[in-house]
């Protein structure tokens, strides 16, 4: 395993070091917690158990049944698929008043009306 390049920073800094494992005592040692979203600090070559573990709440496949994103954490969309994240970024703020259960329904409804399969 090695930093992501893009992480460096944050994998460095002892200030956020301390306030994850504050919280977080037991959390894996490249684990970053950091206004509300958590980050693996060595994303690109994490074990294998990691890549296979699924650590969502709510996961987005494609109309090809490929994975596109997962709604991680409470809100927390992670995604590399481009309409996506277009359609969170333009929608999103929307829903963002609504209770957990909610949202989850609000944002289940919009995937799939976008053509998303949802699986939660
Ligand atoms: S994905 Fe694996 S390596 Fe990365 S922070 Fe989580 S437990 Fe650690």
Known sequence: MTIDPDKTALFLDKDLEMSTFAVRPEACPFFRFIEKKGYCSVHAT???ICRDYGCWRILILDSRGRRAGRIMESRHLSSDDPI???????????LEKLPDSD????VIRMLRSAGYVVRT
């Not at 996506?84 to 929307?94: P, T």
């Not at 949202?103 to 609000?106: H, N």
Request: glycine share 6%; net charge negative; no cysteine.
């Open 46 to 48: 994490r074990p294998g």
């Open 84 to 94: 996506l994240l277009a359609i969170f970024a333009e929608r999103s703020h929307l």
């Open 103 to 106: 949202w989850d329904d609000a």
